[in-house]
């Protein structure tokens, strides 16, 4: 992901959240990013425009009632400070009660 001055995002295989992540789909294209000070502070990140959808290794089992991937999606990303007061984004996966959390990276050099 990549997050531009102005406003417009990067996505590249970026999983779905809460219940979404079951379903196996990474979604990439471009869209738009907000900070915000909703419940903390909080990156809002949506896809306008999806350009590819790849499945997660090992792929889920899809049933016949699995939905479609998204043309378009949300996330909200919390952000956070490590242990080196060095940001950290995450959002919540699976079910939310249990509090399983992704946690975005930085490639280095970037």
């Known amino acids: 992901m990549v ?4 406003g417009t995002a990067l996505i590249e295989k970026l999983d779905g ?33 999806r350009t ?3 499945r997660r290794l090992p792929a889920p089992v899809a049933s016949p009632s699995t939905p479609e991937p998204p043309s378009t999606y949300s996330w909200f990303f919390y952000a956070d400070r490590d242990q080196h007061d060095g940001l950290v984004l995450f959002f919540m996966y699976g079910d939310p009660d249990i509090g399983n959390t992704y946690v975005l990276t930085r490639e280095t050099g970037a």
């Not at 997050?3 to 102005?6: F, K, T, V």
């Open 17 to 49: 959240k809460c219940f979404d992540f079951e379903d196996g789909w990474r979604l990439s294209g471009t869209g738009t990013w907000q900070l915000t000070d909703d419940d903390g502070q909080v990156v809002r990140l949506a896809l306008t425009t």
């Open 52 to 54: 590819r959808v790849v």
């Open 3 to 6: 997050l531009r001055e102005d």
